[in-house]
């Protein structure tokens, strides 16, 4: 299977809570390399870039101003399959429904509370992340590839 990235984010509701760290180590431990990681507050530009698809659904403005209220952060995660690996951690969109040991199960209170945000597509996922990363700011290729620097360290 291919090496993608994907888009993942904590939302305000994970970070409040004292989830960054929980969510990290999920995909960290099973093997997916995070190549970008910031916390930033998101502009209504970002979030409207983010959620166009959304535009017109009944919780688009709810979605927006709960993004934008509070810092999130954004991490880009690198490997074999992982956008669609990365929504199986997670588990599905509404807590009461996602598999028991995903993320949102185990933290997400609500459908509108539901702690982290992850690509649906590589498509979406390079979509995505173009919105919150520069390219300079993803250690990945053959420029600054961990485990080239590694390597050469050791
Ligand atoms: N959402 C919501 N109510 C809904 C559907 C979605 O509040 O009925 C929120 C929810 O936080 C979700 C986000 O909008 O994570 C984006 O929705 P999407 O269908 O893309 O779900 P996801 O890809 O995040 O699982
Ligand atoms: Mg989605």
Redesign the pocket.
């Known amino acids: 299977m291919a090496i993608e990235r994907t888009f993942i984010a904590v ?1 305000p509701d994970g970070v409040k809570r004292g989830l960054i760290g929980e969510v990290l180590k999920r995909f960290e431990m099973r093997g997916y390399k995070i190549i970008g990681l910031k916390m930033l507050q998101v502009t209504p530009e970002q979030a409207a870039a983010h ?1 166009a ?2 535009v017109g ?4 403005d ?2 927006v101003k ?1 993004i934008t209220a509070a810092p999130v952060v954004a991490i880009a995660l690198e490997g074999e399959d992982v956008v669609a690996q990365a ?1 199986r951690i ?1 588990g ?3 807590p009461n429904k996602a598999e028991i040991g995903t993320i ?1 199960a185990d933290f997400g209170q ?5 702690i ?5 597509s590589v498509e979406s996922a390079n979509r995505e992340l173009a919105i919150y990363f520069k390219s300079e700011e993803l250690m990945s290729g053959a420029k600054n590839s961990f485990d080239y620097v590694i390597e050469s360290l050791l």
Do not use: W
């Open positions: 939302k959620y698809e959304h659904k009944p919780f688009y709810g979605l709960f929504r997670m599905a969109t509404d949102r609500a459908m509108n509370r539901n982290v945000h992850g690509s649906d």
